[in-house]
């Protein structure tokens, strides 16, 4: 019943911007953490952002801090992941997950994201 959907990937120039959604239905947010993560071929899912939904503070990794903004938002039951200043090194396929403990988690079908040089 509990599903995560991410929408908002396409093809950009390097520089560009795109928003990523991740609408949830059958449960509630409000109570879990949520993460975005990115997967490229032959590389292990690695997560970039993460947040408490509802909160104003999110952490990121390095290489996206500064470029890529987490935001929720309660009433849509879902969570953003701005991303300004895109690099090709940024291409991949991105996934948010939610979840109250590490053992339960919920995972969208990701949305790819690609950017041209």
């Known amino acids: 019943e509990a599903q995560l959907v991410e929408s908002g990937g396409g093809l950009v120039q390097a520089g560009g911007s795109l928003r990523l959604s991740c609408a949830a239905s059958g449960f509630a947010l409000d109570d879990y953490a949520i993460g975005w993560f990115r997967q490229v071929p032959g590389k292990e899912r690695e997560r970039l952002a993460c947040?408490?939904?509802?909160?104003?503070?999110?952490f990121y990794i390095g290489s996206v801090k500064g470029r890529f903004t987490m935001s929720s938002d309660s009433a849509k039951n879902t969570v953003y992941l701005q991303m300004d200043s895109l690099k090709p090194e940024d291409t991949g396929v991105y996934f948010c997950?939610?979840?109250?403990?590490?053992?339960?988690?919920?995972w969208g079908q990701g949305t790819q994201v690609t950017v041209s040089p």
């Open positions: 997950s939610a979840h109250i403990t590490p053992s339960e988690a919920y």
């Open positions: 947040m408490n939904f509802g909160d104003t503070n999110a």
